[in-house]
């Protein structure tokens, strides 16, 4: 599932300078969380400047820690938006999206092609939509795997999964260093620790589910393949 199959198109985007005070009878009126923040730029070109939710509107003027006491409603919405922003790509996994809005603690992601806003989502929409696809599929296993970080890596543990007759469903990354790659990975078989366990005796590091000293037993294998 990519995250074009889960933003939404229609996104109403304000500008910078829009009094805070209306800002939020727009956010009430339009029934969103989230205004994206557009600005040209000295090229004549509309860029993403920030994102401001509701929780930053009500804020202002609140008597909570992180309130700005020098910030009214009558204040440009500028003042408190947040910059940079978090954003995501309409090609990007779903899986991933939903990653980065944990990692950045925001709630919602405004989705950029070509530099472009094409869209924006929200937690509440990927996690509805990743929830309904897990309902909806198959028994399926979430393995979780390192390989080595070169050409071929990636492809070689598919073809072990392959020769199993297992399908994979989808593929992310949930790691990635200079010399080594974590791939999640779900597989239409719920024998999660029979599928690790088979991959540990070829030699390939699972991370998930723990197969415990079949690890240790495992023999070496060259890099990024299969061990013969």
């Not at 829009?18 to 989230?34: F, G, K, S, W, Y």
């Amino acid at each position: 599932m990519l995250v074009r199959d889960v933003m939404i198109t229609n996104v109403v985007a304000i500008g910078p300078e829009m009094p805070i005070r209306d800002v939020t009878a727009l956010m009430e009126l339009r029934r969103v969380r989230h205004f994206p923040i557009l600005e040209d730029d000295d090229h004549h070109t509309t860029r993403l400047v920030g994102i401001v939710s509701d929780r930053d509107l009500r804020s202002v003027g609140s008597p909570h820690p992180s309130a700005r006491p020098d910030v009214t409603v009558n204040d440009p919405v500028r003042r408190i938006m947040s910059t940079p922003v978090a954003t995501a790509h309409p090609e990007d996994a779903a899986e991933d999206a939903a990653k980065r809005l944990r990692e950045r603690r925001v709630g919602a992601l405004p989705v950029l092609e070509d530099e472009q806003l094409v869209g924006i989502v929200s937690a509440p929409d990927l996690l509805a939509a990743l929830a309904s696809a897990a309902s909806a599929s198959e028994p399926s296993t979430r393995l979780e795997i390192e390989v080595t970080n070169r050409p071929g890596a990636l492809a070689a543990l598919l073809q072990s999964l392959a020769v199993r007759d297992l399908n994979v469903s989808s593929v992310s990354t949930t790691r990635l260093e200079p010399e080594a790659v974590c791939v999640a990975i779900r597989v239409d078989s719920i024998d999660g620790p029979g599928i690790a366990r088979a991959l540990a005796r070829e030699g390939w590091t699972v991370v998930w589910p723990d197969v415990g000293s079949a690890l240790d037993a495992a023999p070496p294998r060259a890099e990024g393949t299969r061990s013969s």
